[in-house]
C-alpha cells in the first residue's frame, strides 16, 4: 500500500482522508513526529495548501496532500476564512473561535455560511495539482452534536435536518467541503 503524508496535525482531519482514500496507508505529521510549524502566509485556501504540501514534501521527499479549510460566514463578509483555525488567537481553540462567531452573528439575521476546502498534492520536484470544494448551511446559536470538529456543532445542514457535529462520518463525508474536496483529489490521483 503505497504511503501518502497528510500535512496536519489534526486527527480528524487525518481520519476523514483515510476513510476516502483508503487504498492508500495515510500519514499524519504526528506520526512522523513533526513539531515544527509550517507558516501559512498565503492569501487564499489554495495558497496556504501548496505551502504545507509542498514544505513537507520537499522535507520526506515524498508526495504530500495537505488541506487548508475554513468557514465563510457571508454577513461577516466571510469570517472566519483563512483564520478559521486562529479566528480567536493563535491557540487554535474551538470553543473561543466558536464563542468569538457566535458573538460576532450577535443582531445578524442572515447566518448563511460556507465550509471551503483546498487540497493541495505536491511532489518533490515542485509539481502539484491543487482541488477545491464547498458545503454550505446555516451557523445555529446553540450547539449540538458531538461528531466533528471546529465548527461542526454550529454548522447546520438543511438537506440533513443536524449540524456537521450530529452526521455520521459516512454522512458528513458524503456532502462535506472536505470530503467532495478529497474525492476530487482521488480522481487526480488516477
Not at 489534526?10 to 482514500?21: C, D
Not at 450530529?166 to 462535506?176: H, Q, R, T
Request: net charge negative; glycine share 8%.
Amino acid at each position: 500500500m503505497e504511503e501518502i503524508i497528510v500535512a496536519t496535525k489534526n486527527e480528524g482531519k487525518k481520519r476523514e482522508f483515510a476513510s476516502i482514500l483508503k487504498e492508500y496507508h495515510i500519514v499524519s505529521l504526528n506520526d512522523l513526529n513533526y513539531q515544527d510549524d509550517i507558516i501559512e502566509d498565503g492569501k487564499t485556501f489554495k495558497e496556504n495548501a501548496v505551502i504545507k504540501a509542498s514544505t513537507i514534501a520537499k522535507i520526506y521527499n515524498k508526495p504530500v496532500i495537505s488541506d487548508d479549510s475554513g468557514l465563510e460566514v457571508f454577513s461577516l463578509n466571510n469570517e472566519p476564512g483563512i483564520y478559521s483555525a486562529r479566528y480567536a488567537g493563535d491557540m487554535h481553540d474551538d470553543k473561543l473561535n466558536n464563542a468569538l462567531l457566535i458573538k460576532n452573528l450577535e443582531g445578524k439575521e442572515n447566518t448563511d455560511c460556507r465550509y471551503v476546502c483546498a487540497i493541495a498534492l505536491c511532489y518533490p520536484d515542485g509539481r502539484s495539482v491543487v482541488v477545491e470544494d464547498y458545503c454550505y448551511g446555516k451557523i445555529i446559536l446553540t450547539p449540538r452534536g458531538n461528531g466533528g470538529f471546529g465548527y461542526d456543532p454550529y454548522f447546520y445542514v438543511k438537506e440533513f435536518g443536524k449540524t456537521m457535529a450530529e452526521l455520521s462520518l459516512e454522512e458528513k463525508n458524503k456532502i462535506s467541503h472536505r470530503g467532495k474536496a478529497i474525492r476530487k483529489l482521488r480522481e487526480a490521483l488516477k
